[in-house]
């Protein structure tokens, strides 16, 4: 199976901040990696397909960017609505997997 | 507006079976693949099952032979069968939709439902 390793596992930051979570896969994945942001109690939620590909209803400060094995998810002026755990996933075989979860807090 | 509701968690005891139902609406079912993913305590996902349009299915190592998904697009419903669970299998299951097409990503996902399994 392809591993997905996520970077930091928790990060703190203050409102405005510009904020990346990296993940690297452990083998190319080419461009088939999304990102979801899941709340508290809530089921996780599509932010970005096929690496860069934001999903409608998106706020743009939410960016994707990478290819092969290593991705990054850019928040570019951290918001308070944006306290979440975000996750990477490849889709480019399978099994699918996901990273192991970065959670964003506000400071 | 898309909607996945996800029935049949529960508690249950290790080597025991349950089956999970997933009711879908606001899209045309049969021309959509559909998947189970779980997230175990701690947070972790993963993906547990997946059943195409003409009802090829696909399992990770994990659940093979213990699990099986099933589709009945009449009733616009997805299944999951799952035999000898170990408390390992505990967690929240999702059932999610793709498009039919090949490196096509999770675009809606259900509510969940809660699956234990315990002595």
């Known amino acids: 199976d392809i591993q997905m390793t996520q970077s930091p596992s928790t990060l703190s930051a203050s409102i405005g901040d510009r904020v990346t979570i990296t993940c690297r896969a452990s083998?190319?994945?080419?461009?088939?990696l999304a990102w979801f942001q899941q709340k508290p109690g809530k089921a996780p939620k599509l932010l970005i397909s096929k690496t860069s590909i934001l999903e409608s209803g998106v706020p743009s400060r939410f960016s994707g960017s990478g290819s092969g094995t290593e991705f990054t998810l850019t928040i570019s002026s951290l918001q308070p609505d944006d306290l979440a755990t975000y996750y990477c996933?490849?889709?480019?075989?399978?099994?699918?997997?996901f990273g192991q979860g970065t959670t964003v807090e506000i400071k | 507006e898309v909607h996945l509701v996800e029935s049949g968690g529960g508690s249950v005891q290790p080597g025991g079976s349950l089956r999970l139902s997933c009711a879908a609406s606001?899209?045309?079912?049969?021309?959509?693949?559909m998947h189970w993913i779980r997230q175990l305590p701690g947070k972790g996902l993963e993906w547990v099952s997946a059943?195409?349009?003409?009802?090829?299915?696909e399992y990770p190592d994990s659940v093979r032979g213990r699990f099986t998904i099933s589709r009945e697009d009449a009733r616009n419903s997805l299944y999951l069968q799952m035999n000898s669970l170990t408390v390992g299998d505990t967690a929240i299951y999702y059932c999610v939709r793709t498009i039919a097409a090949p490196w096509s990503p999770i675009d809606h996902w259900g509510q969940g439902t809660l699956v234990t399994v315990s002595s």
């Open positions: 606001g899209f045309t079912f049969s021309r959509f693949a």
């Open positions: 059943i195409g349009t003409a009802g090829d299915t």
């Open positions: 083998q190319s994945i080419n461009k088939w």
């Open positions: 996933h490849q889709y480019n075989r399978y099994s699918w997997t």
